[in-house]
């Protein structure tokens, strides 16, 4: 495959005329075959084995630790006064995050007519349902008696109480629930009629069992299509007021306490652009490796992922800018708390993790302002590793800082993660790459359907208006616009 | 699923269904659809991999109610929104935090932005899977092999045998002359549909079996019963509290009660009145008040006296309190009866004592220290005095001056 990459010269940067989307020689045969060959091979790549069994044991080392946690009590972790948030919540701020990418690339970028979007937003949209899976992970098990989570819902009980309605963490369970599910549904939808490619094409009984259940019988039929994509735009539509809203509800957690640190107005727009910005890193993580692994490249081109790095360093200019404007903010407010909590996340006993966040998310993206740089593959991999670091960091900061160093001196501390904390972190890892490699194994990983119609056969005969094909009575001619 | 219908051995003996014809490309699909559309016929549809551009005129497809659809679940997911957070927080569990309004729209704002959104979403998926009568495995068009490109590069109409102008010579020869690639008819080859039976005798034994702790859920609310109540969490009932005079497995002298830490002492013992505060002097107890005696403290002693000592000791002291009647009938193994404070013994003792016993508690009675403040002991005290001196007294009491107007 990557023999007769080298002979099509579809990166070629011609102002003169739009650049082909995928790969200009393929037909809508190649598409279906490519991207259901992933799915329909006997046998996975060897690098699938070995990264899914890796990921397997770390998912089991994660729900080992859980297990131990729910037996013995959140003690197993570092949260301790004064630091009470600590690695759950840093880690469910990081995975949330990352969940953002998809939906953004599914909906904002649909909406505004990104047609590059449609060769790898199936890919960004399950990354996203596999990062909140491991988002909502942790405050579930952060409540302690986790048998009681259901507290957290509005459901009528004996004791005829009701969850507090004003308060942002109740705000949290909606926005990420929310989330998730119109998330989960947009994904499937979109999923729908490759499914059904699948089923047509499967082989095995239980495949054709499985697929032909999922695909739900779908025909392709023009007036289905017709709902489909009235109500696949109506999903993005309602997908991007929600995806923006999402992260701005997690920073509420922070920006509506009153700590020095937490309590300010920059931080839902902060929350949202760092949000974007560790999710293109996530999908620019998953995607190098995986479009060589499965032989994606003409359909995910370099084009794509040299799209989703100008994002990255965009979306790392405002962070940047974010992390600036609050020192700014510290001193305009004339507060000796904020100024100091900022000086001391600086200059502080924090300041090795401030300085990894600032050099992770704000210098090393800078590379990406030179062409040769964001479209090699080892630097690309190089800078998006950083800024998973990075934006890990920035929560860690953000949580950990203030809450060590509050208004009263008396309760002043430093937090120390546990080996269970290490592990958790690390083990959610692991049930991303879990379900994220049995994606890449069992399902349409890019969206075939939607790949088609921006292909130019889809268009090639286009006869303009209706009225125009009606006086077309010559049946099969073609005229060429 | 067509995957078995095609296995079907019936195959070409089924009724037909209808006629299919492939066409090379969108292109050729959209006219061929606008010559099917004007010739009249009803119960036909174009079927692509993607959703052809301009397929919608030229098929004559109205456009679809699912804005509508999403629009009023939207405003119901709002409604019960406002609803939920009026109703909860304002007016069935009022939650009142720093004074703040009960019901006020800025802090309700986000749940209502979700659930609108949330129950769109729900409009917009399960709205379009309705309308295009989805899920459904099994269609007869399902049973042509070729039809399955359809999935990945074909592009077929069909018209369906139940179409009021159907006729197959006439439809086969209308579409020969547009050019496809093929045509053929379908058919009916598995009428009862596609999902194996055993689905369904599983689906409705699961069913079943998802009733039965509903409708003991149902039983247990409209029934008495006489054991308590079931317990799923058991944690709070067993805890690991210390009680007096138990022995602690918890530290390593099996004491409960700690004795005092070292270096350390308790605010009494920093006395630096134990008249007042103890009711001692030199270690004795005090047989004098620390403080002048006088008509008000007498009255505050009566109030504080009615209060705290007259439900077991009576409002005349004689132990015969509204408690101290009602254990009596009840006849209570473990009571101590309230001591007759008239009585002589008590007459005799010390005010120290009485002050002490307030304080600290006596027998069964437990101690009023917490409670009653130091100068209102003192004042219960002189009243108990008073109690005594009033029922007890002989003539000698009166002064001789006053003698004449008792009788």
């Not at chain 1, 794509?304 to 994002?311: F, L, P, R």
Request: charged letters at 15%; glycine letters at 8%; aromatic letters at 14%.
């Amino acid at each position: 495959m990557s023999n007769e990459l080298s002979s099509v010269d579809f990166l070629a940067d011609d102002p003169t005329q739009r650049a082909p989307l995928v790969s200009p020689d393929l037909e809508f045969k190649d598409v279906t075959e490519t991207v259901c060959g992933v799915a329909e091979k006997p046998r996975p790549p060897k690098a699938w084995y070995v990264a899914f069994g890796i990921s397997l044991a770390l998912t089991g080392m994660l729900f080992s630790m859980i297990a131990y946690l729910v037996i013995t009590g959140v003690g197993v972790w570092g949260n301790n006064s004064p630091a009470f948030w600590g690695f759950p919540i840093v880690n469910f701020v990081f995975w949330v995050g990352i969940g953002h990418a998809g939906t953004l690339i599914s909906a904002i970028l649909f909406l505004f007519r990104q047609k590059w979007r449609t060769s790898i937003n199936r890919f960004a949209e399950a990354m996203t349902i596999f990062a909140v899976v491991c988002a909502g992970l942790f405050p579930g098990i952060h409540v302690g008696r986790i048998w009681f989570a259901y507290w957290l819902f509005p459901i009528p009980n004996q004791m005829e109480m009701w969850p507090n309605f004003r308060s942002p963490l109740l705000w949290d369970v909606f926005a990420v629930g929310t989330y998730a599910t119109v998330s989960l549904l947009f994904w499937y939808f979109g999923m729908i009629p490759d499914l059904a490619s699948l089923r047509d094409r499967a082989k095995g009984k239980i495949a054709k069992l499985l697929y032909g259940i999922f695909s739900l019988g779908w025909s392709g039929s023009a007036r289905h299509w017709h709902r489909y994509e009235r109500a696949y735009l109506i999903l993005a539509a309602l997908a991007t007021p929600l995806v923006l809203s999402v992260h701005s509800v997690v920073s509420f957690d922070f920006a509506v306490a009153q700590l020095p640190g937490w309590h300010s107005t920059i931080l839902p727009p902060y929350f949202v652009a760092g949000a974007i910005f560790s999710g293109f890193a996530m999908v620019v993580t998953l995607m190098l490796p995986a479009r060589l692994l499965f032989g994606l490249e003409k359909i995910v081109t370099m084009r794509h992922i040299e799209n989703m790095n100008k994002v990255i360093l965009a979306t790392g200019m405002m962070v940047g800018y974010a992390y600036a404007m609050e020192f700014f903010i510290a001193w305009y407010s004339g507060s000796p708390s904020e100024r100091f909590v900022f000086i001391n996340r600086a200059f502080g006993n924090y300041a090795w993790a401030y300085w990894i966040m600032v050099s992770c998310n704000v210098f090393i993206p800078q590379l990406f302002w030179f062409k040769k740089l964001r479209r090699n593959p080892w630097v690309i991999m190089f800078v998006v590793l950083f800024v998973n670091v990075g934006m890990w960091f920035e929560r860690f900061v953000i949580a950990v800082t203030s809450l060590t160093r509050d208004f009263t001196p008396a309760s002043w501390g430093y937090f120390s993660p546990t080996w269970i904390d290490i592990g958790m972190l690390v083990g959610s890892f692991g049930l991303f790459f879990t379900l994220f490699l049995l994606f890449l194994r069992f399902l349409p990983i890019v969206a075939i359907s939607e790949v088609k119609g921006v292909m130019p056969q889809a268009h090639g005969h286009q006869d303009g208006g209706h009225g125009e094909v009606k006086e077309a009575a010559e049946a099969g001619a073609s005229t060429n616009s | 699923m067509q995957a078995s219908a095609n296995a079907d051995p019936k195959g070409e003996s089924a009724p037909v269904a209808g006629i299919l014809a492939e066409f090379d490309g969108p292109g050729a699909l959209k006219k061929a659809a606008v010559q099917i559309r004007d010739a009249g016929f009803t119960r036909w549809d174009c079927y692509s991999p993607f959703p052809v551009h301009g397929i919608d005129p030229a098929m004559g497809v109205r456009p679809t109610i699912l804005p509508w659809i999403i629009l009023g679940m939207g405003l119901t997911g709002l409604t019960i929104a406002t609803a939920l957070q009026w109703w909860t927080n304002g007016v069935d569990y009022p939650f009142l935090i720093s004074g703040k309004p009960l019901f006020g729209l800025p802090a309700n704002i986000p749940i209502m932005f979700e659930l609108t959104i949330l129950l769109s979403a729900f409009g917009a998926f399960f709205g379009a899977l309705i309308l295009n009568d989805l899920p459904k495995f099994y269609r007869p068009i399902f049973s042509s092999k070729r039809f399955k490109k359809v999935t990945d590069n074909g592009f077929f109409i069909g018209i369906e045998a139940s179409d009021p102008h159907y006729d197959s010579k006439k439809i086969q020869s209308l579409f020969r002359q547009m050019g496809p690639l093929s045509v053929e008819e379908f058919h009916d080859t598995d009428p009862q549909g596609a999902l194996p039976k055993a689905f369904f005798r599983v689906g409705i034994i699961l069913f079943l079996l998802g009733l039965i702790p509903l409708a003991l859920a149902l039983k247990s609310r409209h029934s008495t019963s006489s054991s308590p109540r079931w317990h799923f969490w058991r944690d709070m009932d067993f805890q690991p509290v210390a009680k007096a005079q138990r022995a602690s497995a918890f530290f390593p002298d099996g004491r409960v009660i700690r004795p005092q830490v070292e270096g350390t002492f308790a605010r009494e013992q920093a006395d630096d009145n134990p008249h007042l505060n103890q009711g001692r002097v030199n270690g004795k107890f005090a047989t004098t008040f620390p403080m002048k005696l006088s008509m008000e403290m007498l009255e505050r002693g009566k109030d504080r006296f009615d209060t705290y000592c007259a439900p077991c000791h009576g409002k005349d002291g004689r132990g015969q309190g509204l408690v101290a009647k009602r254990a009596s009938t009840l006849g209570e193994g473990t009571w101590v009866p309230p001591s007759n404070l008239v009585d002589p013994r008590i007459e005799k003792m010390p005010v120290g004592e009485i002050y002490q016993a307030i304080r600290y508690g006596v027998r069964n009675m437990p101690k009023y220290g917490p409670q009653i403040k130091v100068e209102d002991r003192w004042a219960i005290v002189a009243y108990i005095r008073a109690l005594q001196r009033s029922q007890n007294g002989t003539i000698k009491d009166v002064p001789e001056a006053d003698r004449g107007k008792l009788k």
